[in-house]
Each structure stands twice: as structure tokens, then as C-alpha cells.
């Protein structure tokens, strides 16, 4: 059985907890085994903190590198955000002498070092490893009924010469995934455009103007759900809806799921266990 | 780009809720502290209230701060400090 090393980052435990809940169930009923990153903090954020300032961003990202390297197990997130933070850092200090020397020098004032002998995975990587032979087998529950509308995210493929998940301009790793579980992937024009979480700190109005172009799009589609592996897109489409049906004076209630919940669903977790309850979006129309 | 936003926050321009998410990211290891209703949902879910986080571990934080502290946007941190 494959062990690897569970890195929450912040978002999941504290806001989305029935999502950690669900996917660490799901992987182990599919032969992952996941385990602490004892002392891990913030990844820390792709965004905000390398906007800020890169030497800190980066030597934070390397402490976690180095605790996850203790484990001596490649890390597992379930975060675009941590993975992407993750996946840079740890590629930069790998191919980079002179910035793996400076932020070492920063890590030794903690008793800590980066070496670079692990890797760092996002969990539909390890879903699609785990292959739609394995998966379809475990399905207990085909989801016939779901005509599901993909949403990659921004962190899940870039930058893209760093992160090699999947076609960064077409990705289908997600679409595949919703096929193994007997759900119909819904393509759509606007699959690769933000859905604005990103910028609602310092632009709120313009967050909503393009998630509503995203989820106006998706209305015009025979899709019935959104499903996303990126626990910031999951939040933002689950509880911002409402806001821009308000604002807008339109309607869109698409359930959402993070990517573990559809497989959770499928091979039989109930809708309690998956955590369908704590949606603010309701799922029961589907 | 990253290096003039860099320099800016240097400068001290920085959008106010970046510095808060700064301030978070110093105070407790985490964007997004836990609450009494985050331990409340845990334990409810049968996941631990106090994960072997950073949040959880004076001797992580007492870590991250200091890395934030050699950092070039350490500056954003007095007032925070002063205030305590």
C-alpha cells in the first residue's frame, strides 16, 4: 500500500473540514495510506505571500519541504494553492544552488535543512495513478444522474513549467475522473477561466463579475453540477452563488463538489459521511 | 512583476488585507486560524480538534516567526508586535 505524506495546509482543516474527513477515507479505501506532516503551517499562499515577499514565502514553503522530507514520503495535498506553493518552492530549491544555499541558511537557524528528496503530488494525480480499472470496480453507486462541469482551477496547472498534472490549456484529468464514477463531464467554453477567489481580497467587485461570467456560461450548458479538486474554488462557487444571484438578479444554485466527495459518493460513503450536509449550495436536487 | 511588489511592500505599499493575511500567517502559522466552531466540526467529523499543526505547536510557530522575521517583509510585523 502506498503511504504518502498528508500535508491540510490551512483552508481544509479549519474551514472545509468534512472534506479531509472524505478524502482521507476515500484514499484509503483505494489503498492510499496518508500520514501526519507533523508541525506543517500555512504552505504558505501562492499569492498573497510570494506579493509580499518571495524570501519568506520561500523559506516557510522549504520548512515544510524539509518536515514532509522526515517522513520520507512524497506529499500529498488536496489544496491547488498548497500545491502549487509546494511544487514551485520545491523545484526551484532542487534546480537552484545559490537560493537552496540562502534558504538553508535561513533553515539552520531553526535546526532545519532542505535536501530534495521528495516530490509532491496533487490528490487527482494520485486518483488518476490509481487508474479507471481500480476505480470502476470499487463504484457502488454509478452517479448516471450527474452531468458534471469541470473546474481546473488556476493553481492545478500552472506554472506550467514547473507543474506537469496536465495540458495546461485543456486539462481533462478531472473529467476523466467524473467519467470513472459513471457522471458525464460537460464541456464548456469558459472551463479555464478563473473563478475569481483569487482576487476577492482586494477586488471584490471584480471576483463576482467573473464568477458570474463563469457560472452564466455554465447555465447555458446541460451541465447540473460544478466539480473542482481545489478547496478555494470549491468555496468560492458553493458559497458565492448566492451572492452574485443577489447581486445580479439571476439565479444559479449548481452543486458543487470537491473532486473526493464525487468519489466518496460513488463508492458508497453516505451523504452524511461525505459531508454533503455542511454545503451551502444544497446538493439534494441532484 | 513579483520583484516590484516585492519592493513595494519594502516601500511599505501593500493592500491592507494582504498585511492582515501577513499578520495571520504570524500569529498563528496559518491563513486561516481555527475557531470554536472549526474544533466543534472536527469533532463531529472523528478528526482531532488539535491537528499536529503549526497552529497547535508553540515550538512550529516560535519557528515560522522567526523566518518571517529574517525575511524582507519584516517590517510589516511591528505594529502587530507593538500591539501585543
Redesign the interface.
Known amino acids: 500500500m502506498k503511504e504518502y505524506a498528508l500535508f491540510?495546509g490551512?483552508?481544509i482543516?479549519?474551514?472545509l473540514?468534512?472534506i479531509?474527513?472524505i478524502s482521507i477515507k476515500v484514499l484509503d479505501k483505494l489503498g492510499v495510506k496518508t500520514k501526519?506532516?507533523?508541525?506543517?503551517?500555512?504552505c504558505?499562499?501562492p499569492v498573497?505571500?510570494?506579493?509580499?515577499?518571495?524570501?519568506?514565502w520561500l523559506?516557510?514553503a522549504a520548512?515544510n519541504l524539509s518536515l514532509a522530507e522526515e517522513t520520507e514520503s512524497d506529499i500529498l495535498t488536496l489544496c491547488s494553492g498548497c500545491f502549487s506553493t509546494l511544487s514551485k518552492a520545491n523545484h526551484l530549491l532542487k534546480h537552484n544552488a545559490e537560493l537552496k544555499g540562502e534558504v538553508n541558511k535561513?533553515?539552520s537557524?531553526?535546526n532545519?535543512s532542505f535536501t530534495g528528496k521528495i516530490n509532491v503530488k496533487h490528490v487527482v494525480e494520485i486518483i488518476r495513478d490509481i487508474g479507471k480499472e481500480t476505480i470502476e470496480q470499487q463504484v457502488k453507486r454509478p452517479l448516471k444522474r450527474l452531468k458534471a462541469a469541470s473546474h481546473p482551477g488556476c493553481h492545478l496547472v500552472r506554472p506550467s513549467n514547473i507543474i506537469h498534472v496536465d495540458d495546461p490549456n485543456a486539462p481533462t484529468i478531472q473529467d476523466e475522473i467524473v467519467s470513472w464514477v459513471g457522471a458525464e463531464p460537460v464541456n464548456y467554453a469558459l472551463k479555464m477561466l478563473c473563478c475569481g477567489v483569487g482576487i476577492k481580497?482586494?477586488d471584490p467587485e471584480a471576483n463576482l463579475s467573473l464568477l458570474r461570467e463563469k457560472l452564466a456560461n455554465l447555465k447555458e450548458t446541460e451541465a447540473n453540477c460544478i466539480v473542482t479538486s481545489c478547496p478555494f474554488c470549491f468555496m468560492q462557487f458553493d458559497k458565492e452563488q448566492k451572492e452574485v444571484s443577489r447581486k445580479f438578479g439571476e439565479s444559479y444554485t449548481f452543486p458543487v463538489f470537491y473532486i473526493t466527495e464525487l468519489l466518496g459518493l460513488a463508492l458508497g460513503f453516505s451523504p452524511e459521511e461525505v459531508?454533503l450536509h455542511?454545503h451551502t449550495t444544497p446538493v439534494k436536487e441532484v | 512583476m513579483l520583484a516590484l511588489r516585492n519592493l513595494a511592500t519594502k516601500e511599505g505599499y501593500a493592500p491592507a488585507p494582504l498585511k492582515n493575511v501577513f499578520k495571520a500567517l504570524f500569529e498563528t502559522g496559518h491563513e486561516f486560524p481555527f475557531t470554536g466552531y472549526t474544533r466543534k466540526l472536527r469533532r463531529e467529523l472523528g478528526l482531532s480538534e488539535t491537528p499536529p499543526l503549526t497552529i497547535n505547536s508553540p515550538k512550529a510557530l516560535g519557528e515560522v516567526q522567526k523566518l518571517m522575521k529574517m525575511g524582507g517583509a519584516s517590517h510589516l510585523l511591528k505594529s502587530s508586535e507593538m500591539k501585543r
Request: hydrophobic letters at 50%.
Open positions: 491540510l490551512c483552508l482543516p479549519a474551514r473540514p468534512h479531509e474527513a501526519d506532516i507533523v508541525d506543517a503551517s500555512c504558505p499562499d498573497v505571500m510570494k506579493s509580499l515577499d518571495f524570501h519568506s523559506a516557510i520548512r535561513f533553515l537557524e531553526i532545519r481580497m482586494v459531508g455542511l
